[in-house]
């Protein structure tokens, strides 16, 4: 099993993944809306993909977006999806992708990376924690839905 970044030729193959991830959460299948959403996230440099591959099958993937601290005048990265197919969990893929991100956060020199999870996913609570991850005690978040 190898973790690599994704490469636009992925696209396709990361696409169904993608979708799948998106159905795990509640979205109707829309392969064609998965893969034009990460085109778009390609064309415009505006994410960081890295795909576990287990016998050329892509089995889970990390999507990081860039961000930026006023106060640290520093980036930072957000790690907004993470995502392991049901039959390549608890084989530490998650692990393993969430490794290469914060390697590739260190390369970059980010002051840190950010993540929300729900707050019944104790299983990844468990997961952040042990990776150093640090549960926010200060800040509450809030969002403006606009759609």
């Known amino acids: 099993m190898i973790v690599r970044r994704a490469v636009e030729s992925d696209l396709k193959q990361l696409a169904i ?4 991830y998106r159905q795990f959460y509640g979205a109707s299948s829309n392969l064609d809306l998965s893969f034009q959403f990460l085109k778009q996230r390609f064309a415009n440099q505006e994410s960081v993909i890295f795909i576990h591959i287990k016998d050329d099958l892509f089995t889970g993937f990390v999507l990081l977006y860039l961000g930026f601290s006023s106060v640290a005048c520093s980036r930072y990265y957000l790690l907004d999806d993470v995502y392991v197919r049901p039959a390549f969990r608890r084989q530490g893929s998650a692990k393993q992708l969430i490794d290469t991100a914060i390697l590739f956060a260190r ?30 005690e200060e800040f509450q978040t809030y969002h403006c839905f606009l759609k």
Do not use: C, P, W
């Open 107 to 136: 390369h970059e020199n980010a002051q840190r990376i950010s993540l929300e999870t729900q707050k019944n996913n104790f299983q990844s609570h468990a997961l952040y924690e042990s990776m150093g991850f640090v549960k926010d």
């Open 17 to 20: 993944l993608f979708d799948e």
